[in-house]
């Protein structure tokens, strides 16, 4: 029973264009929403954050979007550059992390 | 600052032997975790402390054993490794349980032949 999903493995997008990652969830009991990015053979680092009280964070080229009546968030990078290619997971806390299965993100120059 | 660290980094075992991974923060965080990372199952949480002496299973903990008798470490035993139980392992800590903002450590990768 997979909480928190993430149904594309793979984007590739263009430098400079727009990145959008989709994350969709089935408990509504969740507080907090999360994206984490991981390089190969690194831990996962914390991305950015958004309440479920809220239905849009921003933090720079990042931008987080909530919609609690589908049940679905997406994360926003604009202008994508190279080094943001990745694997972004999704996740979801209810006092402890639950995780979607990664997209990997490749942006090409 | 040393963050989250966990040792070994790599280990080949065979079926049926035993081990453990260790992990140690230098951060003071009561919270501690481990997932293992698996191709197209993403992050899976296998147990957690909210402090020491208090443990709890997470979504896949057959298999695994943990204990934290102080607030740095957190070992995760295998009790008799299985060719499943290959992956990569993450240990996590964080003062920002309810948020959710995790410290990773860099990974250990097991190989079980």
């Known amino acids: 029973d997979q909480q928190v999903k993430q149904n594309s493995p793979s984007l590739s997008v263009q430098e400079g264009r727009i990145s959008i990652l989709n994350c969709d969830y089935t408990?509504?009991?969740?507080?907090?929403f999360l994206w984490y990015k991981k390089y190969p053979a690194e831990g996962p680092t914390f991305l950015i954050s958004i309440s479920s009280i809220k239905d849009k964070n921003e933090d720079g080229r990042f931008t987080v979007f909530l919609n609690k009546s589908a049940k679905h968030l997406s994360l926003h990078i604009v202008p994508s550059q190279p080094g943001d290619s990745a694997v972004y997971f999704c996740a979801a806390s209810t006092g402890k992390l639950i995780f979607g299965q990664g997209t990997t993100l490749q942006v090409k120059p | 600052n040393a963050g989250v660290t966990q040792t070994p980094k790599f280990q080949v075992l065979k079926t049926g032997q035993s081990m453990t991974l260790q992990c140690a923060q230098d951060m003071n965080h009561e919270y501690m975790s481990w997932y293992r990372q698996d191709p197209g199952m993403g992050l899976r949480l296998i147990h957690y402390s909210v402090g020491a002496g208090i443990t709890d299973q997470g979504e896949v903990p057959n298999g695994y054993n943990v204990s934290r008798s102080t607030t740095e470490d957190f070992p995760l035993r295998l009790l008799s490794a299985a060719p499943s139980q290959t992956s990569v392992y993450f240990c996590?800590?964080?003062?920002?349980?309810?948020?959710?903002?995790?410290?990773f450590g860099e990974g250990s990768r097991l190989t079980v032949l």
């Open positions: 996590a800590s964080t003062n920002r349980v309810l948020t959710g903002e995790l410290f």
């Open positions: 408990n509504s009991m969740f507080d907090y």
